[in-house]
């Protein structure tokens, strides 16, 4: 994608003050204070107005405006109703295609709004503006330039003018791009923040609160604390099924099979999917039926079952492909290497990991998947018996599990090195590498 400009300038008042306004609409006008005033005000009331000492009502505002022929708005706020619809116009666009997945078109629409939201002065609608680049960016693989978004969004919604679940919406997707660049215990927090914000508003939050707490639950999982991922997707399912929200239950339940999967528990991880998958076909949602059909391919083949894991990803190569981007591409790709490599083809697995990498690039928010690829692609190496490349590949793959803070990846890096030691004869480099491994993760929680 190519690199945009992300700076925003904060909204201040549009023009002048509703008092200058009103002395400037006034004087061509050609009118006195006691000619505007006529017999609804006094004259003394008007200059009071005008020289900011009062703050009349919206009533007030409107009578003004009629006597002055201008509309109420522009009165009021220095920007005219159209310019206002025009502004929320360009928005809505630009909403409507994140929600179509279009993300590059929905950040030239976002670009293309910033004259107009600026010009209205209205500061809910740059916190829109910048919050909604912010989550386009961040599933373009911007992370960092959503970070930068946020943090100007976070400034704005400070105000007094906006509630505590405008600052938890912000908070939160602060959160998830934290999340994508692997700073965990920043993104907890930032979910934590949330949350208490969430308590404190008085304004319905539920489908906020299930995606908060699924979104931690990723964090805790990525830390191996399986038991708080698993307490956050139980109240995320609990809320969701309360909601009778379709999505919100389907997004709780695949996070409750990738925590189940990760805990050994295959069969149930299983069935958690299933159900996922069954309820986005029922939102023809092609995508995240694909995607669950990815995570479906890889719990076959740990049940044993690898005919049947190929032909789920298979199937999940083909939505991926109509549906989905690179990255979606790629990371099917992937489990299809590590499938092949696990049953004996390390030709094909190399074939499919280095395809998933040319699709992940350099992603910094797809460590995680270029992280494995290159595990996979330096283990079918090693077993074709080209060592020198593995062991430079293997070397790739340590570097980006080193930027997951993840102990358990490092270590899945470390044993694949220790294999690769042990097959060159070096013994003690190998005990050195499976020791180093074994070591991190006695640290983690289970």
């Known amino acids: 994608m190519p690199a945009r400009a992300t700076s925003r300038t904060p909204a201040s008042p549009h023009g002048s003050r509703l008092g200058d306004r009103l002395r400037q609409l006034r004087v061509s006008a050609g009118l006195t204070q006691t000619d505007l005033a006529a ?72 670009t293309s709004a910033l004259g107009a939201v600026v010009a209205t002065g209205a500061a809910e609608l740059q916190v829109r503006a910048l919050s909604g680049e912010a989550w386009a960016r961040m599933h373009g693989g911007e992370p960092r330039a959503a970070i930068g978004l946020l943090e100007q969004a976070r400034e704005l919604v400070e105000a007094p003018s906006f509630a505590d679940l405008d600052r938890s919406e912000v908070v939160f997707r602060l959160g998830v791009a934290r999340y994508l660049i692997s700073s965990i215990p920043t993104a907890i927090a ?12 008085s304004l319905p939050s539920d489908l906020m609160r299930v995606n908060i707490l699924n979104w931690r639950s990723r964090c805790y999982r990525r830390q191996r604390d399986y038991e708080a991922a698993r307490d956050d997707v139980g109240q995320a399912l609990e809320l969701a099924g309360s909601m009778d929200d379709p999505r919100a239950v389907g997004e709780a339940y695949f996070q409750a099979s990738l925590i189940a999967e990760r805990d050994g528990h295959w069969v149930l991880a299983r069935t958690y999917a299933e159900r996922a998958k069954s309820l986005f076909e029922e ?40 549906h989905g981007n690179d990255d979606d591409v790629a990371t099917v790709v992937s489990s299809l290497a590590q499938v092949r490599l696990r049953t004996g083809d390390p030709v094909a697995a190399e074939e499919h990991a280095r395809h998933a990498l040319r699709r992940l690039g350099t992603r910094e928010d797809r460590l ?29 793959a340590e570097d980006a599990f080193a930027q997951l803070s993840s102990g358990a990846h490092n270590a899945a890096a470390w044993i694949a090195q220790g294999d690769l030691a042990q097959r060159r004869g070096d013994d003690r480099a190998a005990a050195a590498l499976y020791r180093r491994a074994a070591e991190t993760l006695q640290d983690f929680r289970f």
């Not at 929320?88 to 629409?109: G, H, K, N, S």
């Not at 930032?190 to 508003?201: D, K, N």
């Not at 330096?378 to 070397?395: C, F, H, I, K």
């Open 39 to 110: 017999d609804r005000f006094s004259k003394e009331y008007i200059s009071q107005i005008e020289r900011g000492k009062t703050r009349p009502t919206r009533e007030t505002i409107d009578w003004l405006a009629a006597r002055l022929g201008v509309d109420p708005t522009f009165l009021a706020s220095g920007v005219s109703t159209d310019e206002r619809a025009r502004a929320e116009a360009i928005l809505a666009r630009a909403e409507a295609l994140a929600e179509l997945r279009e993300y590059d078109r929905a950040i030239d629409e976002y």
């Open 190 to 201: 930032l979910f934590g923040e949330a949350l208490a914000l969430l308590e404190r508003s």
């Open 368 to 396: 995680d998947e270029i992280g494995n690829a290159r595990l996979v692609l330096g283990r079918a190496l090693l077993a074709q018996d080209r060592l020198d490349e593995a062991e430079s590949v293997l070397g790739e």
């Open 283 to 322: 939102l023809a949602d092609r995508l995240t039926v694909g995607r669950l059909l990815n995570n479906l391919g890889g719990l076959e083949f740990l049940l044993g079952r690898p005919e049947q894991a190929i032909v789920r990803l298979n199937e999940s190569f083909e939505l991926a492909l109509e």
